[in-house]
Antibody, heavy 120, light 110 residues
Framework: QVTLRESGPALVKPTQTLTLTCTLS??????????VSWIRQSPGKALEWLAR???????YYSASLKTRLTISKDTSKNLVVLTMTNMDPADTATYYC????????????WGQGTLVTVSS | QSALTQPPSASGSPGQSVTISCTGT?????????VSWYQQHPGKAPKVIIY???KRPSGVPDRFSGSKSGNTASLTVSGLQAEDDGDYYC??????????FGGGTKLTVL
């Protein structure tokens, strides 16, 4: 059974750095064509793609958030980490991680999402 | 990259058909056959219902179909059922191995 589970703080203060973890079960980050993305959704708003990391460690970022995002992976723990710096109340959202197979460009497995609120 | 353009809402009665459009540019929707559609119910993660413009994952009813013409992709839901009520998002591959989503369409089954 394939599962992705996001974890991280539910509340962060403005200007702080957010660190989110996506733990995968039933799928290995080391297999060819394995890609994991982070996607967020502000309350009542649309989905927004943030970043992606591939099995070969290639990384891609949203142009509008590139300067604030870092995506990385720990293959020994089978997890993907997203850090976002200089958090703002506008970054309040549910953050999802999702799996994509390289070359197919759609997400077949999603985590349940984790709500992050940015407030002082 | 700018979000793809979807109508904010759509509706239909049970048994009817409804089509949702998704308009991008020649750099995303028009440039690749990598348009996908997701269904999202309140409080749930999105679920893929169409990928590569018109392919359905296993388990998705054939009431859902997709197509594309130029820079606009479309999702058609035929034989509307109550459980089709929800939000629908398109997405497209875009240059630089990035991805862009649409603004979402709230489908109401009357």
């Amino acid at each position: 059974q394939v599962t992705l589970r996001e974890s991280g703080p539910a509340l962060v203060k403005p200007t702080q750095t957010l660190t989110l973890t996506c733990t995968l079960s039933g799928l290995s980050l080391t297999i060819d064509e394995m890609c994991v993305s982070w996607i967020r959704q502000s309350p009542g708003k649309a989905l927004e793609w943030l970043a992606r990391i591939d099995w070969d460690n290639d990384k891609y970022y949203s142009a509008s958030l590139k300067t604030r995002l870092t995506i990385s992976k720990d293959t020994s723990k089978n997890l993907v980490v997203l850090t976002m710096t200089n958090m703002d109340p506008a970054d309040t959202a549910t953050y999802y991680c999702a799996r994509m197979r390289f070359g197919l460009y759609y997400f077949d497995y999603w985590g349940q999402g984790t709500l992050v609120t940015v407030s002082s | 990259q700018s979000a793809l353009t979807q109508p904010p809402s759509a509706s239909g009665s049970p048994g009817q058909s409804v089509t949702i459009s998704c308009t991008g540019t020649s750099s995303d929707v028009g440039g690749y056959n990598y348009v996908s559609w997701y269904q999202q119910h309140p409080g749930k993660a999105p679920k893929v219902i169409i990928y590569e413009v018109s392919k359905r994952p296993s388990g998705v009813p054939d009431r859902f179909s997709g197509s594309k013409s130029g820079n606009t992709a479309s999702l058609t839901v035929s034989g509307l059922q109550a459980e089709d009520d929800g939000d629908y998002y398109c997405s497209s591959h875009s240059p630089g191995n990035k991805l862009v989503f649409g603004g979402g369409t709230k489908l109401t089954v009357l």
